[in-house]
């Protein structure tokens, strides 16, 4: 049995356990639920699971759609990202891992230090007060924009060009150490997938190698730090297990029926709405203080 065949074992066990405590948390709250813009917050959810399939990435879309509608309050969009989102990432990484080799000590040792970094992100996230998340989620998305605008041009080290299906010695603690970091900033609202595949090509991997490492991360990291969202109470109750249901559909559907689109243009788009959502985020901060 591989490596990556062990990891999606463990990895949907590990699915099962993290959505019987949504669904138990769910319940014992079920006269509290605000089904408020349901609708709307499923649709978002399959929307930007499909675009997240296919590389683009789903928590600025999310956050972004979500901020302009006002359907989920800015306190609760980092648990919500990390909670609804946890399962749909998890058919990804299934889809991925499956299709794509790669070495696997890097793949398991970079997966584990993602998953102590979300840990310990979503503590200090979850007790954070609104205006310092407002704060975050606007650089988050600044952030993203860049590196996503440096990705669809080959700025910086998404212009190197790497082979390698693998990493050893100190490559190999650098690439463990960098997600480790970025499983942190991930429950922060930064999504990982364009970051994690700015080292990957930085540590001269090729460049198919950062998929596996990226949406495995992600399958293992939000559910292991949505469930100390779930305990906290951050996140959307009402919608959430509507949005998983959705978000699983939208990945199955880019993942077997859309073999290709022509995302350039909208990559800048989205890059546009998350400056522009960026700039809501600091303002609204700037007003509450």
């Keep these: 049995m591989s490596a990556a065949t062990v990891l999606l074992i463990i990895m949907w066990i590990f699915a099962a356990v993290f959505f019987v405590v949504l669904v138990k948390d769910v319940i014992v709250h079920k006269n509290e ?38 359907s989920i309050k800015d306190d ?18 299934t889809i991925t891992m499956t299709r794509i080799e790669m070495d696997s000590l890097t793949l398991v040792l970079m997966i584990a230090a993602a998953i102590v970094g979300s840990i310990l992100g979503a503590k200090i996230i979850s007790r954070m007060d609104i205006m310092k998340i407002r704060v975050i989620m606007g650089v988050a998305l600044i952030l993203v924009a860049i590196i996503t605008l440096c990705k669809i041009n080959g700025v910086g080290p998404f212009g190197i060009l790497g082979t390698a299906r ?4 100190g490559l ?16 922060a609202g930064i999504g990982l997938y364009a970051p994690c595949m700015a080292v990957v090509l930085l540590l001269g991997m090729s460049a198919d190698v950062a998929f596996p490492v990226m949406m495995g991360s992600c399958a293992y990291l939000c559910p292991a730090c949505g ?11 009402a919608a959430t297990i509507p949005m998983i249901i959705s978000g699983a559909i939208g990945v199955l559907i880019a993942g077997f029926i859309v073999t290709g689109l022509p995302l ?24 509450q203080k």
């Design 33 to 70: 639920l605000d089904k408020s813009k349901m609708g709307f917050n499923v649709i978002v959810s399959m929307v930007a699971n499909f675009f997240d399939t296919l590389g683009i990435g789903s928590y600025a879309i999310a956050t972004s759609a979500w901020k302009f509608n006002k």
């Design 76 to 93: 609760l969009i980092p648990g919500t990202l990390n909670v609804a989102f946890g399962i749909p990432i998890c058919v990804e990484a």
């Design 166 to 169: 693998g990493l050893t010695g």
């Design 172 to 187: 190999l603690v650098a690439g463990v150490v960098a997600n480790f970091i970025l499983g942190i900033l991930m429950t």
């Design 227 to 237: 469930i100390t969202f779930i305990k906290e109470g951050k996140y959307n109750r």
């Design 264 to 287: 350039t243009v909208l990559t800048y788009l989205v890059c546009v709405v998350m400056v522009i959502c960026a700039i809501l985020f600091f303002h609204d901060a700037r007003k």
